[in-house]
């Protein structure tokens, strides 16, 4: 989904994010006083991050036929993989 779709699809206009922008660039932003403010990548604050690995196309053909047989994304298959190799690490 691209931003034009997201501010679409919850009612968002320009004029919106203008105003939701304001306090922050004029400097007068205060944020809540129980709420954190981060910085940097969003993913960074969820406590994810993409990567990208490149595999045989055969490997990424089983990985596939594995996640289809257990109703699951290939994404899945990959993460237990490295929960796996990680855990043999420890």
């Known amino acids: 989904m691209n931003v034009n779709d997201f501010m ?8 919106d994010l203008d105003r939701m922008a304001a306090p922050y660039e004029d400097g007068s932003f205060e944020p809540e006083p129980d709420g954190k403010v981060f910085s940097g990548s969003h993913l960074d604050a ?14 990424t053909q089983r990985v ?18 490295l929960d796996y190799y990680l855990a ?3």
Do not use: E, L, N
């Open 8 to 15: 679409a699809k919850h009612g968002i206009t320009d004029a």
């Open 88 to 90: 043999a690490q420890a």
């Open 64 to 81: 596939a036929m594995i996640a289809r047989s257990k109703g699951v994304k290939p994404s899945s298959v990959y993460r237990d993989a």
């Open 46 to 59: 969820v406590g994810t991050r993409r990567v990208t690995v490149v595999y045989d196309a055969k490997d």
